[in-house]
């Protein structure tokens, strides 16, 4: 019911506002000099008609109420007003409720978003400060990567250097070893080669000095030789 | 079956079959004779062991060489059998081996000596004499000659071989001298 009443009332006032509205812009404006008898109008210089052309009407009379609504030529203030508070209220009863839930939420939302910016903040302040301690540290780490390596490239030098050592004295040794090896063998081949040559030297001395007094002297030597070996018998 | 454990069962039958006929001797003799005849040539012995030489032919060799030999029967049966077995090849050791049962059986011992030059009977005799004496008993001697051994003697009884070999002597001092 209340309702019905707030939008006969909106209807009537909005139906009289824009019946007055018309009637403003409808009335055409009335001519610039009011006078009944037409007027020869002098032929002015360019300038001075332009100046003409330009200037504007003065103002109609204020009027707060009027009673001849229809055909005024200027809408009362009144009917302005009722047809502004009349807005409002038509915003006040529809616009309250969805609009303050809209701020609401808006609301909400914009919390939530600075609580996500202060989170990201806090976030970034931490990383930053993370990273501030990395870069301090990554002085540090430098230093010490360069000490590091330092110590290993000179414990690899020294290793290095006491393997190469090592090596040139098994080298030596190895070689050493085949010289006494080489010099043994020699040896061996000449005592062998000079065996070889004083046996067939003796051997064909030998041959050639033995007489046959020398075999019967052999022969008889092996025969006392048998028997001194074999006195108790060959078995 | 070892080529010496064949060699010794022929041996052992030829010694049975000499011994049954009385002819031992004989057949010793004989089969030596054959034996020495196919170790001292080549020829024959490149004849008789050639497989691709036929059964027939070798058959006539050795028919014609225990014919030349003029040796028993028995001999010639036996060597003909060796031939048709393909065990002409142990003809050596078989006289050997029957050589050594003969003496064996009659109690010899036999010995092999030998020199670089022959020597004087007296040292045969010497040697002969002292082989008996310390064997005790009958001694057969088979003399032989050895450039090689330079001078000195080798003497063979069995497996005993006693070496005064110069020689022998000579590469005793020469392994003597080099290194191991």
Known sequence: ?235 | MSAAHVSRRYARALLDIGMSENGLDALVSDVTKIAETFASSADLRAALLNPEVAHTARKAILTEICAKLAVGKTARNATLLLGDRNRVALLPEIAHMLREMNDAQKGLLRAEVTTAVALSDAFYQKLLATLERISKKRVVLDKKHDPALIGGVVLRIGDLVLDSSLKTRLDGLKHALLPN
């Open chain 1, 1 to 235: 019911m209340k309702k019905r009443t707030f939008a006969l009332v909106f209807l009537l006032a909005s139906s009289v506002g824009a019946l007055a509205l018309a009637q403003t812009r409808a009335t055409p404006h009335p001519p610039r000099h009011a006078s009944s008898q037409p007027q020869i109008q002098p032929i002015a210089a360019p300038e001075e008609h332009g100046k003409d052309v330009e200037e504007e009407p003065p103002p109609a009379p204020f009027k707060f109420f009027d009673t001849q609504i229809l055909n005024n030529k200027q809408p009362p203030y009144a009917a302005v007003l009722l047809n502004f508070v009349l807005l409002a209220l038509i915003y006040y009863r529809f616009g309250k409720k969805p609009i303050a839930e809209a701020l609401k939420e808006r609301k909400h939302s914009i919390a939530s978003a600075i609580e996500n910016a202060q989170k990201i903040l806090r976030e970034a302040k931490q990383r930053s400060k993370r990273y501030r301690a990395k870069l301090e540290q990554v002085d540090a780490d430098m230093d010490e990567a360069k000490q590091s390596l330092a110590s290993t490239g000179e414990g690899e030098a020294h290793a290095l250097f006491a393997n190469a050592e090592e090596k040139a004295k098994r080298i030596a040794r190895d070689a050493q070893f085949l010289l006494e090896q080489e010099k043994k063998q020699t040896q061996i081949d000449l005592l062998r080669a000079t065996v070889e040559d004083a046996t067939k030297q003796a051997e064909a001395l030998l041959r050639s000095n033995v007489t046959s007094q020398d075999h019967e002297r052999l022969a008889e030597e092996f025969l006392k030789q048998l028997e001194a070996d074999y006195a108790g018998g060959l078995g």
